[in-house]
């Protein structure tokens, strides 16, 4: 089956610093891949579409400039989350579509900024 | 209202009970459906697509009402590795193919 690798797996950062998350679809390639954020007890919640060679789509209320996303091959999309403070610490994950296997999650990132 | 709506539970059942979550959508151009299952602190996990016609896979069987915008998965002889959060997702289709999450039901099966 179509296999995506996040990592990190958790990182803790101080206030102010920037966090990359890489995601990789090892097996097929992606044109699209999702970021979602999921804070304790709440559901997943898209924050933007990762278009390969493109702009990324930002759902409505999710800054831009704070979630960097770049997608510059087909097999890799990264999130940068940009002078972190304590309320972006949640659950990240990423997420492609692959043609014969539907949608494919990357195990997460636990990002704690203190 | 939220686009895709679960009784977050938390549900505690005996082993080998027979347990139904529902969930409503209310997008009804939505086309295509499906149950995750999410183990705390994990990514979430296909457990089945749903269809009009009703899908069985094992113990589990999903279905679907389009009229009622209403999908359901009911598991039987729940054991106890079934302990899990079950979301209901949505694909409303359209050029960008976003899913949209329930807040997930929690299920907890006990000895």
Redesign the interface.
């Known amino acids: 089956g179509a296999v995506v690798s996040q990592h990190p797996s958790w990182v803790i950062c101080k206030s102010g610093t920037s966090v990359k998350i890489e995601c990789r679809s090892l097996d097929f390639q992606a044109t699209t891949m999702f970021w979602y954020r999921q804070f304790p007890k709440q559901s997943l919640m898209l924050m933007a579409t990762s278009n390969e060679g493109s702009k990324a789509t930002y759902e409505q209320g999710v800054e831009k400039d704070k979630f960097l996303i770049n997608h510059a091959s087909l097999t890799l999309s990264t999130l940068t989350v940009t002078s972190a403070h304590p309320e972006d610490s949640s659950f990240y994950i990423c997420s492609a579509r692959d043609q014969d296997y539907g949608y494919t999650f990357g195990s997460g990132t636990r990002l704690t900024v203190v | 209202r939220k686009e ?1 709506e679960q009784d ?1 539970g938390p549900f505690n059942v005996p082993e080998g009970a027979t347990v139904a979550f529902n969930c409503t959508y209310s997008n009804s151009a939505s086309q295509s459906f499906f149950w995750y299952r999410q183990d705390c ?6 457990l089945m ?1 749903v269809y009009s016609s009703g899908n069985e896979d094992g113990r589990f069987t999903a279905q679907l009402n389009r009229a009622s915008q209403y999908i359901s998965l009911l598991i039987r002889d729940s054991k106890l590795s079934d302990s899990a959060t079950y ?1 209901c997702v949505v694909n409303i289709g359209g050029g ?9 039901t929690q299920l907890k099966v006990e000895l």
């Open positions: 895709v977050p602190r994990k990514e979430p996990k296909l697509s979301l960008g193919n976003k899913l949209t999450f329930g807040t997930g």
